[in-house]
């Protein structure tokens, strides 16, 4: 190149660029980050190609094509955001203004910021020759927000060879904690699948005047909702939280409450984060009934959020369920399920993650730990068996903070943090691909 630039300045750049289009989901509009996307990319020499399902909604893969002689990595990441209100922020949501060392707007860490620490990661290997083992690739995909088919699944679906890969790393954690006043960085290998159910109590409707004439469907959801709310559900050790608590705490626990103990004795934070990988959760959060005061309901909605452990099933879930509301006047309904698979945690992309993080900073250890929320990660363990990682390392922006920006107002990322993500992936694809 006759310009030197730093991949530092290149990062910032990109990511600033990609704040300024706006791809608020709905409607997404993707394209316009895929276009900026490929023209930086292009410039690289790697292979780009988009694929949409609708012209307004690409999702974009490049490629630096392997030997044939080793496994294949992807960098997955999505590019819409959520819907950001300008008036709630002291810098505008789609200006990617850098201020005191910080790219600020919306995506800047869900997570315009890793989709252009992987593009400059990529684009950076491919300008020096990089020849990989297998192929490395980059998805910069639409629709992870709302997920109605136009990303990573109908792309799994529809053009499999394009994605198909044995190694991905994806959005999740990465997030730099003090554990026991040692530093770790955490890793996601799994995810808690959303469960969320309906409970509908029917009932017969009559004039509030006369409740003697009706049966009251309220009423009736009340000692149900108590159940749920009082229900403990049974804890059980799954691989995530014992590989965490041997990180940590340096000892494999024997039980979930041994989990628990340990846990506290690093702090009651640490407790907090434990707790709910070692059961279902159970929260009813919505309730319909009568839209009308004088009107006694004949019909009550109360809808649950629900969290089962990875590779839990719907079945197992409803059979604990109706043990809790015992047998009555009540239909159960699933409202969707989604996520709930997780990967194995001793992988050579693990050693990669443990190998990067030795080097930026010896002291630190990698955390494994199954999120409660999914990503799109479970559509390709299903499709192709991945094993899938959820590391974007935050090492100078606060853990805490940076959870509190998320899906909120003054979303921003800290520069030195997305030289940070960019020096991981350039480690991972190096260290997997050699
Ligand atoms: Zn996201």
């Known amino acids: 190149m ?61 490629r630096i094509p392997g030997r044939g002689e080793g496994p294949t990595l992807l960098f997955l990441s999505h590019t819409d955001v959520v819907l950001a209100d300008a008036a709630e922020w002291s810098a505008g949501p789609v200006g990617g203004e850098l201020r005191d060392g910080e790219v600020w707007g919306r995506g800047a860490l869900d997570m315009k910021g890793q989709v252009a620490a992987s593009a400059v990661a990529l684009a950076s290997l491919a300008r020096e020759g990089f020849e990989p083992a297998g192929d490395l690739i980059f998805a910069a995909t639409a629709d992870e927000e709302v997920g109605d088919g136009f990303g990573a699944q109908w792309l799994c679906e529809t053009h499999p060879d394009a994605v198909r890969c044995d190694y991905l790393i994806n959005e999740g954690s990465g997030e730099r904690l003090e554990l026991g006043g040692k530093p770790f960085y955490t890793c996601s290998v799994a995810e808690k699948m959303s469960a969320p159910f309906r409970l509908r109590v029917r009932g017969r409707s009559g004039h509030a005047s006369m409740p003697g004439i009706a049966d009251n469907a309220l009423v009736k959801a009340a000692p149900l909702i108590t159940a749920l709310g009082e229900y403990v559900p049974e804890q059980q050790l799954t691989p995530e939280v014992e590989a965490l608590l041997e990180a940590v705490t340096g000892k494999r626990p024997a039980s979930p409450q041994d989990a628990l103990e340990q846990a506290r004795s690093i702090g009651e934070f640490f407790a907090e984060m434990v707790e709910p990988l070692l059961s279902l959760t159970l929260s009813p959060t919505m309730i319909g009934a009568s839209r009308k005061r004088n009107v006694i309901p004949a019909l009550c909605d109360v809808t649950v959020d629900s969290r089962l452990l990875p590779e839990a099933t719907i079945d197992a879930q409803h059979a604990i369920v109706r043990k809790v509301l015992g047998d009555g006047d009540y239909e159960l309904k699933s409202l969707e399920a989604h996520g709930g698979t997780r990967s194995p945690i001793d992988t050579p992309l693990w050693d990669a993650v443990a190998g990067w993080i030795k080097e930026v900073e010896p002291e630190a250890k990698p955390a494994p730990i199954c999120v409660a929320g999914f990503t799109d990660s479970h559509w390709f363990r299903e499709a192709f068996g991945t094993v899938a990682y959820g590391f974007f390392p935050l090492r100078v922006m606060d853990a805490e903070l940076a959870a509190r920006l998320i899906h909120s107002a003054d979303e921003r990322i800290p520069v030195a943090d997305l030289e940070l993500a960019v020096s991981f992936m350039r480690h991972a694809a190096k260290s997997m691909l050699a």
């Open 2 to 62: 006759s310009v030197t630039v730093s991949l530092r300045d290149e990062v910032t750049e990109l990511l600033q660029d990609l704040i300024r289009v706006d791809t608020t989901n709905p409607p997404g509009n993707e394209t316009a980050a895929a276009e900026v996307l490929r023209n930086y990319l292009e410039e690289s020499g790697a292979q780009v190609d988009l694929y949409a399902r609708v012209p307004e909604r690409a999702n974009l893969v490049a």
